[in-house]
């Protein structure tokens, strides 16, 4: 089975609007971490936001905020006023155990295209 | 903020030869080190984790005589594609997790080697 599932290979979204990005996992730990990165056509591997699975609250960083439904096992990317630099693969990776377990597992990514 | 630098970050070479590619951080240290290996429009796979002075832990499925990984220092990593072969093209990413760090971003990626064998 899937650890990290995304859903959406490609997404399409307006200049200034927002968009949500669809990861859901699977994991039978109880203390786990999970991770967006952005990938720009360059390849580097950008962090953008981090939630661990005992935070009550859903992470924000700037423009990305987290969707975290721990029961749903879904933590969904939401970029909101969407700007056209936002253009790139975006993949959802899970980090299971603790903070000692550095092991990633990637989702397959969604690519976003931003349009004027 | 901590920075990790791959060279070379394009490399070309014959069927059969070795390629070394090595990962530095430059502004920190760092106990572990991963590689992975990312194919044309598909997801990152982890290759292996390298902790300084010991052996290269691989995952399932990875060759560890084809795919030497050294790490000799607290900051440097090497990755050597022993043979290549066209199959091994592909792009390579480390990353580096920080001495003494917990929480959320315990990695840091490179910049990536893009790896063509003719």
């Known amino acids: 089975a899937q650890k990290i599932t995304q859903t959406q290979p490609g997404m399409f979204v307006q200049e200034k609007e927002a968009v949500t990005l669809d990861c859901t996992y699977d994991?039978?730990?109880?203390?786990?971490?999970l991770f967006w990165y952005k990938q720009p056509s360059s390849g580097e591997m950008i962090f953008l936001i981090y939630?661990?699975?005992?935070?009550?609250q859903n992470a924000t960083e700037g423009r990305y905020s987290l969707n975290f439904q721990k029961a749903r096992k879904s933590a969904n990317l939401v970029i909101s006023a969407s700007q056209l630099g936002d253009s790139a693969m975006y993949f959802c990776?899970?980090?299971?155990?603790?903070?000692?377990?550095?092991?990633?597992?990637f989702g397959t990514g969604t690519r976003l295209q931003v349009f004027p | 903020g901590a920075v990790v630098s791959q060279h070379p970050s394009w490399v070309i070479c014959k069927s059969g030869t070795s390629v070394k590619i090595e990962c530095r951080s430059l502004?920190?240290?760092?106990?572990?080190m991963f590689w992975y290996r990312q194919f044309p429009k598909q997801s990152l796979m982890l290759m292996a984790t390298?902790?300084?002075?010991?052996?290269?832990?691989?995952e399932q499925g990875v060759e560890k005589d084809k795919f030497l990984i050294n790490h000799a220092s607290l900051t440097l990593s090497t990755l050597t594609v022993t043979s290549a072969h066209p199959e091994d093209s592909s792009f390579y990413i480390c990353?580096?997790?920080?001495?003494?760090?917990?929480?959320?971003?315990?990695?840091?990626f490179g910049p990536g080697t893009r790896l063509l064998v003719l």
């Open positions: 990353s580096a997790r920080p001495l003494g760090s917990v929480g959320q971003e315990t990695q840091y």
């Open positions: 994991t039978s730990d109880q203390s786990y971490g």
């Open positions: 939630q661990g699975s005992y935070d009550e």
């Open positions: 990776a899970m980090r299971e155990g603790g903070y000692n377990t550095d092991k990633l597992i």
């Open positions: 502004d920190f240290q760092a106990t572990t």
């Open positions: 390298s902790n300084e002075g010991s052996k290269a832990t691989y």
